[in-house]
């Protein structure tokens, strides 16, 4: 049970159209603080793969491309492909270690069935609203015995948060992407299904979540409430005083209190994969 009022139904409004979009000056600093937060654990799992030099990497809705360049040092006899809707943020490609950048849409675009020994994806699929018809698909794109690794948000840390405002106001965020955007906060506890689903072979997962407070993550929570403010506040009534007294405990270090988790999932392509 929420503290929200039931959202309204979904737009036809897509991720970066409006809110987090690539255009909006606080975008990169938001990304960035992501980037900080989910960095060490991603690489954590990345590193528990067999990788190889010579591997062909993708990965999908790449944000900065911090997980392109860790695999680009990785593969250097091979290939990394980092895609996105919006490439903007990539750094330049003087800077970008060998990596290649791919302007992209996951739900729409493909790649060649068999083209790649690794793909990965973090905190993309749960805002598309064909994610797990799209997850399919991409799992086509690995050469039989590659390694398909997801992770992406997932909400319930924040619905058994002992803070009422921190509670409250962050399931109106997830409320409020999911009536915008069609984001889905809940979707990723199920990725192991998921990924089974799609034909994939030696599935695991795991989860993990870090703090707000004066942390990466009370960074990147802060800035996107700031950019969902008016559909808190027209849509789901979280008041000025509310919204300010959270904007600051958010940041604070009073507040020790986890943010949105994430769930990784991970599955090997058999020989011949056929999703069932
Ligand atoms: C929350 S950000 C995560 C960025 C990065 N993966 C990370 O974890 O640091 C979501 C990213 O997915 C991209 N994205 C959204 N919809 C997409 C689509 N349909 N195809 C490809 N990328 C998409 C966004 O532009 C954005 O860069």
């Known amino acids: 049970m929420t503290d929200t009022a039931s959202p309204p139904a979904p737009s036809g409004e897509v991720y970066g159209d409006h809110v987090f979009s690539h255009l909006r000056p606080d975008e990169a600093e938001r990304l960035?603080?992501?980037?900080?937060?989910?960095?060490?654990?991603?690489?954590?799992?990345?590193?528990?793969l067999p990788l190889r030099a010579d591997w062909h990497c993708l990965e999908i809705?790449?944000?900065?491309?911090?997980?392109?360049?860790?695999?680009a040092a990785r593969c250097s006899r091979g290939r990394v492909v980092?895609?996105?809707?919006?490439?903007?943020?990539?750094?330049?490609?003087?800077s970008r270690n060998g990596w290649e950048a791919r302007e992209h849409d996951v739900t729409r675009d493909e790649f060649p069935a068999g083209s790649f020994d690794l793909i990965h994806a973090r905190w993309v699929f749960s805002h598309l609203r064909s994610r797990d018809a799209?997850?399919?698909?991409v799992a086509r794109w690995l050469k039989p015995?590659?390694?398909l690794v997801v992770e992406d948000l997932a909400q319930f840390p924040l619905g058994s948060s002992p803070n009422p405002l921190y509670r409250?106001?962050?399931l109106a965020m997830c409320a409020a992407v999911q009536a915008r955007i069609g984001t889905d906060c809940t979707w990723a506890r199920d990725l192991p299904r998921v990924l089974g689903a799609a034909g994939l072979t030696a599935v695991g997962t795991e989860a993990s979540a870090s703090s707000v407070g004066p942390t990466p993550m009370g960074r990147f929570w802060q800035l996107s409430a700031e950019q969902l403010?008016?559909?808190?506040?027209e849509t789901f009534g979280i008041t000025t005083t509310e919204l300010e007294r959270f904007l600051v405990e958010v940041r604070?270090?009073?507040?020790?209190d986890l943010c949105l988790g994430t769930v990784a999932a991970w599955g090997q392509a058999p020989p011949q994969l056929v999703a069932r």
């Open 145 to 147: 015995g590659g390694w």
């Open 82 to 94: 980092a895609t996105d809707i919006d490439t903007r943020l990539f750094p330049d490609p003087g």
């Open 252 to 256: 604070s270090g009073g507040l020790t």
């Open 168 to 170: 409250k106001v962050s």
């Open 32 to 48: 960035e603080a992501l980037a900080q937060a989910l960095d060490e654990n991603t690489f954590r799992r990345l590193g528990r």
């Open 61 to 71: 809705g790449a944000g900065l491309g911090t997980t392109a360049r860790w695999l």
């Open 229 to 233: 403010r008016s559909d808190l506040q």
């Open 134 to 137: 799209d997850l399919t698909r």
